[in-house]
């Protein structure tokens, strides 16, 4: 089946929070997505900010998370490519995978204040139609300012028609003024660090699955 819209949300998912969800759902209402696939990253071994649970177990904890969700699903295209995660492969992979259909890559604002140190950037943002999710801590207006070359790409979903704008603007870049809940992966891994309950900032299966596995928890003796 062609033509259908494939949403895209990369993270580190370590862990996947009701942030992510969240956002999810907002770009999937906003922009009438048929499918989201949710990819967790592959992130090298030698980062500083340990502890952090493996690709292995990020994966799990999305897929807990996805699970029941009607046409949400998890994708391992990140974890199983050697070397840092690079959206620019990502979306040639999945278009490759699905020809004529439309991606749509979901991010946070506070990721999106990053895009022009991606690889491949600003080509990497004609492989999707990027949605730019609110997020506590980065405004839109600050993105305008940061980013003033994409600054008439920008269509906000909360005035303007997602199908006009996808006929009317070159290569539109989304943003969905949802509130999403002020969570962070961070913020959950200190709190479980210190045996804070994670109730409410996680799904209920992601909150068992972290404390079945002992996931951020402080190393015996620490
Ligand atoms: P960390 O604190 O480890 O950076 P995080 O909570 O930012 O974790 P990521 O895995 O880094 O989660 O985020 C993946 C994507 O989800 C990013 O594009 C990010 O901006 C977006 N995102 C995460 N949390 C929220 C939220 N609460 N609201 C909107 N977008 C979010
Ligand atoms: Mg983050």
Known sequence: MSGRRIGVLGGTFDPIHIGHLAAAEAAQQACELDEIRFVPTHVPPHRPDNPRASGYHRLQMVSRAVSGRAGWEVSD???????????????????????GAQFFFITGADAFAGIATWRRYPVVLDLAHFVVVARTGTTFESLRTLLPDLANRFVDTSTQAVSAALDAVAAPIFLVRARTPHVSSTDIRRRAATGLPLDGLVPAAVAAYIADHHLYAPAPGA
């Open 77 to 99: 295209v990140e974890l199983g490519r050697a070397g840092p995660s690079y959206t620019f492969d990502t979306l040639t992979t999945f278009r490759a995978e699905v020809p």
